[in-house]
């Protein structure tokens, strides 16, 4: 359940996909002339990035490597085809106010990007819960531009008029233009608020100004320059005497080790001591064998050589 939470914030806020990652601004800046239509825009593409990460788990153990993204481009635009009709059919208005953007989603790198970099490497129910939050981020983010350019540019809200008859509706706020400035300005202020420490320190009171860049001046700035220094230099001194200890205590388990394969060629084994004595007692057994054939041809060659000097004689 935790780990379903963090994909939600992470996908909402943390990395939220049009004011953190900047992804999907064609529809962002095309279809938020009015909030219902930022509205609409951003659920069609949350059910199509929640189905489309499911089916693309799914079938993550079927798809080949280097077939991956063609493979995801087929089941996103299958998964669009589908919305798109239903939404031809049950609010054909909406459709027409959409438009093109609608077949558009099928390449958007929000879909590409979470089914190649979490459904095609998790399982089913976190690639839902991964595509939930990235889904309900972008919708979050396109009704926000809705709402400001609507109440600005028109002074409605929902279709709803909410400022007085005399208000002069700014008609720039409804073009491309006036979307790219809103923007540009609501990015600038969830940083505005979010971003407090941009140092690459972690702990804040380790720095002159306590780590917030909000409050940064001129000679803060060389002072938090200097702590940095500072910090950075301990930190690699750090390294390096851990690898210095790391290098010695090698070394001396390398030679431990020489010195144990040393000793243990040198010293004999008692398989050593085994083998000696039965080596000299097969020496005896030999020497007294070949001693006893000796002794026992001996009288046999006396026999045959008497049995030859009498034939000789009788020859004579």
């Given at each position: ?118 459904a095609y ?56 233009a006036g ?83 040393a000793a ?53």
């Amino acid at each position: 359940m935790k780990k379903a939470l963090k994909q939600l914030y992470n996908g909402i806020l943390k990395e939220n996909p049009i004011f953190v990652l900047m992804l999907g601004m064609c529809p962002a800046l095309a279809t938020t002339t009015s909030a219902a239509n930022g509205l609409a825009m951003g659920l069609v593409t949350t059910i199509v990035l929640v189905l489309s990460n499911l089916f693309i788990s799914l079938l993550r153990k079927l798809i080949p490597e280097k077939l991956r993204i063609p493979a995801f481009i087929i089941v996103i635009a299958s998964l669009v085809t589908m919305i798109q009709m239903l939404v031809q059919a049950l609010f054909p208005s909406l459709a027409e106010g959409l438009g093109l953007y609608i077949p558009l989603i099928t390449v958007s790198c929000i879909l590409l990007g979470r089914a190649e970099a979490f459904a095609y490497r998790n399982d089913p129910l976190s690639s839902v819960f991964d595509g939930l939050g990235t889904g309900l981020g972008f919708t979050i983010g396109l009704t926000v531009i809705g709402i400001v350019r609507e109440i600005i540019g028109a002074g409605t809200f929902f279709g709803l008029r909410i400022l007085p008859a005399f208000y002069e509706p700014f008609a720039i706020f409804l073009l491309p233009a006036g979307a790219f400035f809103v923007l540009a300005s609501l990015a600038a202020l969830r940083n505005r608020f979010s971003v407090k420490e941009a140092s690459g320190i972690e702990e804040g009171e380790k720095l002159i100004c306590g780590g917030n860049c909000k409050a940064c001046s001129d000679y803060k700035c060389v002072e938090n320059r200097e702590a940095i220094a500072r910090e950075n230099e301990r930190i690699i001194e750090e390294a390096r005497l851990e690898r210095e200890a790391k290098a010695r205590q090698l070394a001396a388990l390398k030679a431990e080790e020489e010195n144990r394969k040393a000793a243990a060629a040198l010293a004999p084994t008692e398989e050593s001591f085994r083998r000696k004595p039965q080596t000299k007692k097969t020496e005896q057994k030999k020497i007294e064998l070949a001693a006893e054939t000796e002794v026992k041809s001996q009288p046999e060659t006396k026999a045959s050589e008497e049995s030859d000097k009498k034939e000789e004689d009788q020859n004579a």
